[in-house]
């Protein structure tokens, strides 16, 4: 999960009126004006902005970027699945092509065939989700717009589009979801199209197949449904984009649904089984691991961001919520309630964060903290 924005807007905010009527903003970005046709999701003392477009990107806007701002009285309105589609196409390069499913729009130039296989695989993902939830008493509602996937043919094409927003890393991460655009963005691993057009034929099934039976394709398929989980949670009410959800909580979400099961064909089935990477990189962390270290995950994201740290932080996230899924489900859930009502661009300090944990899982740290180590180290 991604996260480009500067946030750097004035700590008090205060949330936009009723009403949703539609704005234009024109603003400076880096050396050239802008134009935005939108709504305001939420307004900065200082008038700073955080403008929503009507494809569901979020954009914070500094008051020295803002040129000019004007209201219209027509109301504000997402756009519709058709309109979305072409607005998409019109945005991507040439030589993309869209796919529909109940709640994907998938923008591939790779074969249909590996565009097909995200859908299902993303649909799956998305009932399996949506009734993990409500079998533990959370229903999660409907993403307002389709929930948008753009797969890339190949590294080439896939960099020059990521860039501007992963920099350096367009060479080294496969795909990602971002909390600016709502977009999660990839690359087709198994070369389905390259393959395809070797042959004169577009890249099939049964080479898609052949390619995630190897190893090394647990990764990729564990990559792609954790970014899909991360979306998911973000657009049906389980998380509030840009609130303060603390990333322990949100990454450990999708590491828990992320394991694949390459025993199936189709890549994925189960949730919640053992992760076998996360597990092995917990059990060898608790050797150096702080005894703090519980209330460090809770109330601070650096770990996570930090290179050096952020594999021990990602695995300690997993099997805290393992372990409070398997132990703890129904605090978990009333935690979980909390954490989703957070309004975007609120920040909480480590005591709030801290002080909300306790009151769902309880004031004794130290218990929780024993009983969590003793039943991981009990997992094989
Ligand atoms: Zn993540």
New binding site residues.
């Given amino acids: 999960?991604r996260c480009s924005m500067a946030l750097i807007l004035s700590s008090c905010l205060v949330a936009a009126g009723p009403g949703f009527a539609v704005e234009r903003v024109v603003f400076r970005h880096h050396d050239h004006q802008r134009q935005l046709q939108g709504r305001v999701v939420v307004e900065a003392q200082d008038g700073g902005l955080l403008f929503q477009t009507p494809d569901d990107a979020l954009w914070a806007i500094e008051p020295d970027q803002l040129v000019r701002r004007t209201r219209d009285d027509a109301p504000f309105r997402l756009y519709s699945r058709d309109k979305l589609s072409q607005k998409l196409l019109a945005e991507l390069p040439d030589g993309f092509d869209v796919l529909a499913t109940a709640h994907y729009l998938i923008c591939y130039n790779t074969s249909r065939e590996y565009a097909q296989w995200c859908g299902s695989l993303f649909e799956r993902l998305y009932l399996a989700f949506t009734n993990y939830w409500g079998r533990r008493g959370f229903h999660l509602s409907e993403p307002a717009l389709p929930l948008v996937a753009i797969v890339f043919a190949d590294q080439a094409s896939y960099s020059r589009h990521t860039r501007p927003e992963l920099g350096e890393l367009a060479n080294s991460i496969p795909g990602y979801y971002s909390l600016t655009t709502n977009r999660m963005t990839m690359l087709d691993l198994t070369g389905t199209s390259r393959a395809g057009r070797a042959r004169g034929r577009s890249g099939g099934q049964a080479q898609i197949n052949r390619i995630l039976a190897q190893p090394e394709a647990e990764r990729t398929v564990a990559t792609i449904i954790?970014?899909a989980t991360?979306q998911i949670a973000f657009n049906c009410g389980l998380h509030t984009r840009l609130s303060d959800c603390p990333m322990w909580f949100s990454?450990g979400i999708?590491l828990y649904f992320e394991t694949p099961d390459l025993t199936s064909a189709k890549g994925w089935k189960s949730i919640g089984a053992i992760n076998r990477v996360h597990l092995a990189q917990f059990q060898d962390y608790l050797h150096r691991r702080s005894p703090d270290a519980l209330a460090v995950l809770i109330t601070d994201d650096k770990r996570f961001r930090d290179p050096n740290t952020s594999r021990d932080a990602y695995c300690e996230a997993w099997a805290l919520t393992y372990y409070l899924m398997s132990r703890r489900s129904k605090e978990y859930v009333t935690y979980l309630r909390g954490l989703a009502r957070k309004k975007p661009l609120v920040w909480d300090d480590a005591a709030t964060r801290l002080a909300e944990f306790k009151q769902a899982f309880g004031e004794d740290l130290a218990r929780l903290d024993s009983d969590f180590v003793k039943f991981m180290t009990t997992l094989r």
């Fill in positions: 999960m954790h970014e991360h990454e999708a």
